[in-house]
Nanobody, 126 residues
Framework: QVQLVESGEGLVQAGGSLRLSCAASGRTFSNYFMGWFRQAPGKEREFVAAISWSGGYTYYTDSVKGRFTISRDNAKNTVYLQMNSLKPEDTAVYYC???????????????????WGQGTQVTVSS
């Protein structure tokens, strides 16, 4: 089992930047495929980005490509989400998630992930 704690919550103006962090504790962090999801009020939780075990492969939803970057530091048991050129529609609670599977299938489906953080609020003002 792994425990996840997000940080980096903030309020920024459109066009600004924010970096979220997700610290993991428990089992070997490098064994987990990691993802970021977000949920805006009244909407379903949606996939944002994912990263493979060693960080060699990354995946993004179309709306954040070129603006967001996911990375991980396995020595620090942490995954990051660097968010640039933020837009008001990026406003949501952001969650990190961990999956112990050894494949990359369905990386965009929240049902794939077994462990979740508590979420951190990102608000982008226009």
């Amino acid at each position: 089992q792994v425990q996840l704690v997000e940080s980096g919550e903030g309020l920024v103006q459109a066009g600004g930047s924010l970096r979220l962090s997700c610290a993991a504790s428990g089992r070997t962090f490098s064994n987990y495929f990691m993802g970021w999801f977000r949920q805006a009020p009244g909407k379903e939780r949606e996939f944002v980005a994912a990263i493979s075990w060693s960080g060699g492969y990354t995946y993004y939803t179309d709306s954040v490509k070129g603006r967001f970057t996911i990375s991980r530091d396995n020595a620090k048991n942490t995954v990051y989400l660097q968010m640039n050129s933020l837009k008001p529609e990026d406003t949501a609670v952001y969650y990190c998630a961990a999956d112990p599977s050894s494949h990359t299938r369905d990386y965009y489906r929240h049902a794939r992930y077994d462990y979740w953080g508590q979420g951190t609020q990102v608000t982008v003002s226009s």
